[in-house]
T-cell receptor
């Protein structure tokens, strides 16, 4: 069983489109995260949700809107996609905010053309 | 602001060699430190987690150490194998924070 799963794995879309990436964890964790890995392979946090509540919003453009319908799911919706949004987006979870080991999904490679 | 540095950026070794990957951080007020492995096109796999109160953790051929006072961690890989080829990432969970701060990684190639 995959602990943290995200879909799709690959996403190619045109500039200006709106797209969503879905993430689910079956670990019973309270906290979920979105990280972005840029072209230089540098990983940076974007958002964190704890029990469906936003606890970290790391100066991400408001075109990015996370949604957590329940604590097992954290989706990322991106409006008006730009070329610079091309990156690999990783979902992760941990038992509680700031506690314990973080588990990552396989990543979603977003390419904006 | 926590900064995490990993040196070297890339490392190539022959199979069977023991090797050490380095991670340094600027703020010693950490909660824990986690080592990850990333294979090309894949996600991150957690290798070892060291709590701030611990000095080292071991898993199989891997041993991670933590020296908070000097702001350093090392990942020791014994008897390296070609299957160990990957990018190794060090990440710090800062005390009082809910986010991991990552280094840029060390790309390891183990040659048969």
């Amino acid at each position: 069983d995959t602990a943290v799963s995200q879909t799709p794995k690959y996403l190619v879309t045109q500039m200006g489109n709106d797209k969503s990436i879905k993430c689910e964890q079956n670990l019973g964790h309270d906290t979920m995260y979105w990280y972005k890995q840029d072209s230089k392979k540098f990983l940076k946090i974007m958002f964190s949700y704890n029990n469906k509540e936003l606890i970290i919003n790391e100066t991400v453009p408001n075109r990015f809107s996370p949604k957590s319908p329940d604590k097992a799911h954290l989706n990322l919706h991106i409006n008006s996609l730009e070329l610079g949004d091309s990156a690999v987006y990783f979902c992760a979870s941990s038992q509680r905010a700031g506690v314990g080991e973080a588990f990552f999904g396989q990543g979603t490679r977003l390419t904006v053309v | 602001k926590q900064e995490v540095t990993q040196i070297p950026a890339a490392l190539s070794v022959p199979e069977g060699e023991n090797l050490v990957l380095n991670c340094s951080f600027t703020d010693s007020a950490i909660y824990n430190l986690q080592w990850f492995r990333q294979d090309p096109g894949k996600g991150l796999t957690s290798l070892l987690l060291i709590q701030s109160s611990q000095r080292e953790q071991t898993s199989g051929r891997l041993n991670a150490s933590l020296d908070k006072s000097s702001g350093r961690s090392t990942l020791y890989i014994a008897a390296s194998q070609p299957g160990d080829s990957a990018t190794y990432l060090c990440a710090i969970l800062q005390g009082g924070s809910e986010k991991l701060v990552f280094g840029k990684g060390t790309k390891l190639t183990v040659n048969p």
